[in-house]
């Protein structure tokens, strides 16, 4: 299988700070490919390397079998790029701004099917100064797009988006994944990498802790369920971990997560154990077992970022 990312030993230091510490990355092509982490992980900076907009401080990266030392014009002329934060000229129109990035590619597609393609034809000779977010967010994947790239990087894109935009630049990425191409893409949203995602890496503190498809990576959990609850203080995850059915117990914020193999029976055991230690249910709540609780499990912090 032909590689369209391929990263070794890759490191960056601000100063004293590393940002990014030894990770290895092989991103097949065709693939959607999920980079997750909380903010701070050097999700991004290692983003910006990949784009070549950062240099690494060690490390090799191939990107569509080329170096960037070497091949950055061939490189940059099969990309498509949309950053965490995208600021266009407020007075020129949709269809301006995305002619204006077709004109930086040798080859691309034809503007106004992209513009169609990002649910943007009703608003071609509307300012940029007076589009949603979620459209501005939609026009950057347009302007990614409209080369017609091999390779599209998209950092954080539904970031700030309500749900309804946020599901809409899901199905113009899926499409995208869809015809073949390959897609990079960093998010802290679970539902967005699981729905999107071939495989995803999941980082921490400059360093890749786990990788595999989402299945694979939830399927480690050992339990398909998290119940999830508060209680007065005084319980331990010893009288807890003894529970039919429970795989790990955690204590998370204010709350415990015991990951679950079936909600239904281990809701009438947690209720009976709380009763013999004269504790107090204060909140109750369960769920399908998802990528954040595999953080979680590593980490003992939730993938926004909490303790």
């Given at each position: 299988?032909?590689?369209?990312?391929?990263?070794?030993?890759?490191?960056?230091?601000?100063?004293?700070?590393?940002?990014?510490?030894?990770?290895?990355?092989?991103?097949?092509?065709?693939?959607?490919?999920?980079?997750?982490?909380?903010?701070?992980?050097?999700?991004?900076?290692?983003?910006?390397?990949?784009?070549?907009?950062?240099?690494?401080?060690?490390?090799?990266?191939?990107?569509?079998?080329?170096?960037?030392?070497?091949?950055?014009?061939?490189?940059?002329?099969?990309?498509?790029?949309?950053?965490?934060?995208?600021?266009?000229?407020?007075?020129?129109?949709?269809?301006?701004?995305?002619?204006?990035?077709?004109?930086?590619?040798?080859r691309g597609a034809d503007p106004d099917a992209v513009i169609?393609?990002?649910?943007?034809t009703d608003k071609n000779d509307a300012w940029v100064m007076?589009?949603?977010?979620?459209?501005?967010?939609?026009?950057?994947?347009?302007?990614?797009?409209?080369?017609?790239?091999?390779?599209?990087?998209?950092?954080?894109?539904?970031?700030?988006?309500?749900?309804?935009?946020?599901r809409d630049l899901w199905e113009v990425v899926g499409d995208?994944?869809?015809?073949?191409?390959?897609?990079?893409?960093?998010?802290?949203?679970?539902?967005?990498?699981?729905?999107?995602?071939?495989?995803?890496?999941?980082?921490?503190?400059?360093?890749?802790?786990?990788?595999?498809?989402?299945?694979?990576?939830?399927?480690?959990?050992?339990?398909?369920?998290?119940?999830?609850?508060?209680?007065?203080?005084?319980?331990?995850?010893?009288?807890?971990?003894?529970?039919?059915?429970?795989?790990?117990?955690?204590?998370?914020?204010?709350?415990?997560?015991?990951?679950?193999?079936?909600?239904?029976?281990?809701?009438?055991?947690?209720?009976?154990?709380?009763?013999?230690?004269?504790?107090?249910?204060?909140?109750?709540?369960?769920?399908?077992?998802?990528?954040?609780?595999?953080?979680?499990?590593?980490?003992?912090?939730?993938?926004?970022?909490?303790?």
């Amino acid at each position: 299988m032909s590689m369209a990312i391929k990263v070794r030993g890759l490191v960056h230091k601000y100063g004293d700070v590393i940002a990014v510490n030894g990770i290895d990355i092989d991103v097949a092509e065709g693939q959607c490919f999920g980079l997750l982490g909380p903010n701070g992980a050097g999700k991004t900076t290692t983003v910006e390397i990949l784009e070549g907009l950062l240099t690494p401080t060690s490390g090799e990266v191939s990107i569509l079998g080329h170096s960037w030392k070497g091949d950055a014009n061939a490189i940059r002329q099969r990309l498509g790029i949309a950053l965490q934060e995208t600021t266009l000229a407020d007075r020129l129109t949709v269809r301006e701004i995305v002619r204006l990035f077709r004109s930086f590619h040798d080859r691309g597609a034809d503007p106004d099917a992209v513009i169609a393609t990002a649910g943007l034809t009703d608003k071609n000779d509307a300012w940029v100064m007076k589009l949603s977010g979620g459209q501005k967010q939609r026009l950057a994947i347009a302007c990614a797009l409209v080369g017609d790239p091999d390779l599209l990087f998209l950092d954080e894109p539904t970031t700030g988006l309500d749900p309804q935009a946020r599901r809409d630049l899901w199905e113009v990425v899926g499409d995208v994944v869809r015809r073949g191409r390959t897609c990079l893409l960093t998010t802290h949203y679970m539902e967005e990498a699981e729905r999107l995602c071939h495989r995803v890496a999941i980082m921490d503190k400059g360093r890749i802790i786990a990788e595999g498809t989402p299945a694979e990576l939830i399927g480690r959990l050992g339990g398909s369920q998290v119940l999830e609850f508060g209680s007065a203080p005084g319980m331990g995850a010893d009288a807890l971990n003894g529970l039919p059915g429970v795989r790990e117990a955690r204590h998370v914020l204010d709350r415990w997560r015991l990951t679950v193999d079936a909600a239904h029976e281990a809701v009438p055991a947690l209720l009976e154990r709380l009763k013999e230690h004269g504790n107090e249910l204060t909140a109750l709540s369960t769920h399908q077992a998802s990528l954040d609780d595999v953080f979680v499990s590593l980490t003992g912090r939730t993938l926004r970022g909490e303790p």
